[in-house]
């Protein structure tokens, strides 16, 4: 029963051989429609090149590793809100206006972000980038897919998550290359001219036909919804202090609860609300929305503590450190297109099983060699090992999502993709640094010196994320066998 998930790795071959056949069926239009919304949309992803930058960051603004977290909270929370209305602005109004907009802001939003004089100033400017974010990615994984026949979409997935990792690989490396040589506002700059180079490319993207009869925009359910994802993702931020006493994440939760509670009965009442409940009734929908929350919580452990044992514990340039720290990215970009190849083969959710079970031996692996000073070769491989298992599980989850919903709905389909990554993600920056840095001063309390406490707190974090989606890999598949047939 348990290598039953892997029986379809003997059918790879018949869908490496198609590979060919699809790109013939793409067409050179589709492939230039493809590289113009990955231009775009790598302004998105390529902001992994803030997190080499965080130690500079955290000397430029006299910050402690824990104050740091607000520089990702203040963009993620941002996004992470706004992404469901925005999906459902882009299924009434057109993907590419809403692209378009997004592009148009951003270039805004990175030159304040670059110009930021104080702690608070680039904090606002990472909110404006927030909203750049949601309305690109938002309508990203739907503008592609609008382009192609449905047949052709686990394949188009396979190539827009392709770009969003490549984004993701490029980041360190350009950032650490930057960091290096003109400061850390270069991680800003240098996305502005890319994002007017999108902009200005995107004449050629056609708008995709949308229904004769535009439906209204439930501005209401939105507002709940925005709020709500506020609540929740600022509660979960603010956890750590019910400790010391501060019920504010107590009452955010209770927010959560009352705006959830006002969103069921006014999506109940009209007939296309911003997303309707009964998606949620389905349990393979639910679970993936879940599983992509978990993954990327784990996952983004490796952004939020590898840049500080590169730079400070193996005293890499920060050049190299980012090379090293792309590894993961750039793994998961040459795995993505391969997935989406794959899902003609195999089940969406078998995939992601397969996926998750890697990323859990990645993880471990990265922690084991980290916390044992190991050589960079062991680390670099299992940062290969994480990253391919991250590729093959976003875009099998991503298509999953987008099966489940109808074509109308696939800016809310692809926009609940990023949320729930957008939940981990959150999850991970607020929850991690606090347990990392209690880590650490227990193992100073032991005895251990500071690299070593930050190894020992390295070594028990990563064990703990692996721990926690190899778990899910159990609950997964026996819960759901049905799904892995």
């Not at 390529?46 to 930058?53: E, F, G, R």
């Not at 705006?259 to 109940?268: C, E, I, K, P």
């Not at 784990?298 to 840049?307: D, E, K, Q, S, T």
């Not at 590169?310 to 040459?334: D, E, F, K, N, S």
Request: hydrophobic content about 60%; overall charge positive; charged content about 10%.
């Amino acid at each position: 029963m348990g290598l039953a998930p892997w029986r379809g790795l003997a059918r790879l071959k018949p869908g490496i051989l198609r590979a060919e056949a699809t790109l013939s069926r793409i067409g050179a239009p589709g492939i230039l429609v493809l590289v113009i919304i990955a231009i775009g949309t790598l302004i998105v992803p390529l902001d992994t090149s803030v997190n080499i930058a965080f130690p500079a960051i955290t000397a430029r603004f006299e910050l402690g590793r824990t104050g740091i977290q607000w520089v990702v909270i203040c963009y993620v929370l941002t996004y992470g809100s706004l992404m469901l209305g925005i999906g459902r602005l882009g299924d009434i109004f057109g993907y590419l206006r809403v692209f378009r907009l997004g592009l148009a802001w951003s270039i805004l939003a990175f030159i304040l972000c670059a110009t930021a004089e104080n702690y608070v100033w680039l904090l606002a400017a990472r909110v404006m980038q927030g909203i750049g974010a949601a309305l690109v990615i938002g309508c990203g994984p739907a503008l592609a897919t609008s382009h192609f026949t449905e047949d052709l979409r686990p394949r188009i997935l396979g190539f827009y998550a392709f770009g969003f990792a490549a984004g993701g690989g490029l980041g360190p490396l350009i950032g650490g290359v930057l960091v290096e040589h003109f400061g850390w506002s270069a991680v800003y700059w240098y996305r502005a001219p890319l994002a007017a180079f999108a902009l200005a490319l995107s004449i050629f993207l056609r708008a995709p036909p949308r229904a004769a009869g535009r439906e209204s925009f439930d501005l209401t359910g939105a507002v709940l919804i925005t709020g709500m994802m506020c609540c929740l993702l600022l509660g979960i931020n603010r956890a750590p202090d019910i400790v010391a006493g501060n019920p504010l994440s107590l009452a955010l939760a209770f927010g959560f609860l009352i705006l959830g509670w006002w969103y069921g009965r006014h999506a109940g009442r009209i007939a296309r609300p911003v997303i309707a409940l009964k998606y949620f009734r389905d349990a393979d929908f639910l679970f993936a929305c879940i599983a992509t929350a978990v993954v990327n919580f784990a996952c983004f452990a490796v952004l939020l503590f590898l840049p500080y044992l590169l730079l400070h514990g193996a005293a890499l340039p920060a050049g190299w450190g980012g090379l090293v720290l792309a590894i993961g990215h750039l793994a998961a970009m040459a795995a993505s297109p391969f997935a989406g190849f794959l899902l003609a083969r195999i089940s969406a959710a078998r995939l992601a099983l397969i996926g998750s079970v890697m990323t859990a031996l990645g993880l471990w692996l990265i922690g084991a060699v980290g916390a044992a000073g190991g050589a960079l070769v062991l680390l670099v491989a299992a940062l290969a090992l994480q990253g391919i298992g991250l590729g093959l599980f976003q875009v099998s989850v991503t298509d999953l999502l987008l099966e489940r919903m109808p074509r109308e709905d696939r800016g809310v389909a692809g926009s609940l993709s990023q949320v729930s990554r957008t939940l981990g993600v959150v999850t991970a920056a607020s929850l991690l640094s606090t347990v990392f840095a209690a880590l650490e001063v227990a193992g100073v309390a032991r005895g251990l010196a500071g690299m070593e406490a930050f190894r020992a707190a390295f070594g028990s974090i990563f064990s703990f994320g692996a721990a926690l989606v190899a778990a899910l890999v159990v609950v997964a598949f026996f819960v759901n066998r049905r799904g892995y047939r």
